[in-house]
């Protein structure tokens, strides 16, 4: 089955350490996204990457780190310099570039617990 | 970049009413789409509307694009508890660094049985 994979579903850390989550997409897609939903929330744009080797910073990129160095993986770095960062951390991705709209896919998402 | 309100944020149904929800901006939009989050889990994609005064039905959704493109909506008629969830528009902006996508703040259905 193709799609989008995140681990683990849930991610318990103590304050101060950093912590990766994964993202995984076996869709071929150019792009991946990461996003953070907070509870009752809209989703909010951490990082992007449209292909690999290259990736922007969306709205609210301080704190975070990623990385693309292959076409399927995107993952995101919650490092100790986020000050909130228990919430619910959501990777997509789409088809790719160009001046066209695509459907966006989700994977199943993370919630990060920091205590 | 463009930003899309939604209204209202909440909204109780009773199982069998219709109801409609809105996403408006207070500039021209060049698309819009809408997703549905049903609780715990991940935002889905509904529908993409491009065009002036768009319609598009999904059996009891009809979304529809304002003759000026600057507002959508998402109507549901005879909710099911099915129904319940988050309902995001959501408008791609283009640039040369790479497209992204912009969500408004949802609106949280929930259905009386």
């Known amino acids: 089955d193709g799609g989008i994979t995140q681990s683990p579903k849930y991610l318990f850390r103590k304050e101060g350490q950093n912590v990766t989550l994964s993202c995984e997409q076996n869709l071929n897609h150019d792009a991946m996204y990461w996003y953070r939903q907070d509870p009752g929330q809209g989703l909010r744009l951490i990082y992007y990457?449209?292909?690999?080797?290259?990736?922007q910073k969306g709205d609210i990129a301080e704190g975070y780190s990623v990385s693309r160095e292959k076409k399927e993986s995107f993952p995101l770095t919650v490092t100790s310099a986020q000050k909130n960062p228990t919430a619910f951390y959501l990777c997509a991705s789409s088809i790719g570039r160009g001046l066209r709209t695509y459907e966006q896919y989700f994977g199943p998402g993370t919630r990060l617990t920091v205590t | 970049g463009q930003q899309v309100m939604q209204i209202p944020q909440y909204q109780h149904v009773q199982e069998g009413e219709d109801f409609t929800t809105y996403c408006n901006s207070s500039?021209?939009?060049?698309?819009i789409q809408w997703y549905k989050q049903r609780p715990g889990g991940h935002p889905v994609f509904l529908i993409q509307?491009?065009?002036?005064?768009e319609v598009k039905k999904q059996k009891r959704l009809t979304f529809q694009f304002g003759e000026a493109k600057k507002n959508s909506s998402l109507h549901i008629t005879a909710t099911q508890t099915t129904d319940v969830g988050t309902y995001f528009c959501?408008?791609?902006?283009?640039?040369?660094?790479?497209?992204?996508?912009?969500f408004g703040g949802g609106t949280r259905v929930l259905v009386k049985p």
């Open positions: 990457s449209q292909i690999v080797n290259d990736f």
């Open positions: 500039t021209t939009l060049s698309n």
């Open positions: 959501a408008v791609w902006h283009f640039k040369a660094a790479g497209n992204k996508l912009t």
């Open positions: 509307l491009v065009k002036s005064g």
